[in-house]
């Protein structure tokens, strides 16, 4: 008996062409998106001819989703406030074709400063003098170094001296940002999340890494997760956690200690910047739209 067919619950999304959009609309979305946990975000190109003279036709993306209910979720919240006025969204089931397998075989090793994050497939036999190469097998949902806010995260690691420090990430997703900061010199380094798939992708990647005894990873709720008091915490998220969870995030710092915040736009800088106003602004930086700020704790 052959298999049924997967279908993919996912969201059809056109820009309104009267609408206002800025400079970066794909991230400006992408992080309005990111609090539904979407697995995959695409262009869907507009296949009719058109004349040389004509407008542009309107942006549009298909929005994949790994269950119904986070869909449907994010398509409610896409009817209300601003959204309406800007784009047009509706529900689309979509047949599996193997899309998700192939988009993640394509990933080709990326290079961010002195660090190369590679798939297991296309790590680099001779890495350039200096640099350090991460093996980190791509998982649905979870980070592979190609995103703009864990390229900045990497970058604002690699301006740090964390040698033989502890470190705390939180969001661990696939463990790119605990293992990369063992790789860079620091002691220990725990990755939470609290989804236990990401656990289980976290565990793996220190095996490929072989970092067992030196990055461990646990499932924790961020509400509910105990002072740790580390000299550096990640918190790669999104605008709304980083804002209602900026109390919780400091507190895991050791007085003195840093954290590195991203997964939130600009235009959700100053809120962030609020939420975190205890703390002092060290450094900030921006790639296509996405933020990248450290902080520290006061001593």
């Not at 542009?56 to 119904?68: E, G, K, L």
């Not at 798939?197 to 990055?215: C, K, M």
């Amino acid at each position: 008996m052959a298999e049924p067919t997967r279908l993919w619950p996912a969201l059809d999304i056109i820009a309104r062409p009267d609408a206002h959009w800025p400079e970066d609309a794909d991230g400006w979305l992408g992080a309005f998106l990111d609090d539904f946990a979407p697995i995959g975000i695409s262009d869907v190109p507009d296949r009719a001819p058109h004349r040389a003279d004509a407008p542009s036709p309107p942006r549009q993306w298909r929005v994949f989703f790994a269950d119904a209910g986070s869909r449907d979720a994010a398509l409610l919240a896409l009817g209300r406030d601003e959204w309406p006025a800007r784009v047009d969204a509706s529900r689309v089931e979509v047949v599996d074709e193997g899309w998700a397998q192939r988009s993640q075989s394509a990933l080709k090793a990326v290079t961010v400063d002195q660090l190369i994050i590679a798939p297991p497939w296309d790590v680099p036999e001779a890495p350039p003098p200096g640099t350090t190469v991460i093996v980190i097998e791509p998982s649905m949902g979870f980070g592979t170094g190609h995103h703009q806010s864990t390229r900045l995260c990497l970058r604002a690691l690699q301006r740090m001296d964390v040698r033989g420090r502890r470190v705390l990430d939180l969001g661990t997703g696939s463990g790119i940002l605990a293992i990369a900061s063992i790789t860079v010199g620091a002691a220990h380094a725990l990755g939470v999340d609290d989804d236990p798939d990401a656990i289980t992708s976290a565990l793996d990647n220190v095996r490929l890494n072989r970092l067992e005894g030196r990055v461990d990873a646990r499932q924790a709720d961020l509400s509910t997760l105990p002072a740790q008091a580390v000299d550096l915490v990640f918190a790669n998220l999104n605008g709304r956690l980083l804002t209602r969870y900026a109390p919780v995030i400091l507190e895991q710092l050791v007085p003195g200690g840093h954290a590195i915040l991203s997964g939130f736009i600009e235009d959700e800088r100053h809120a962030v910047r609020h939420a975190f106003r205890e703390a002092i602004e060290v450094s900030a930086e921006i790639d296509e739209g996405w933020m990248g700020m450290t902080i520290r704790r006061p001593a």
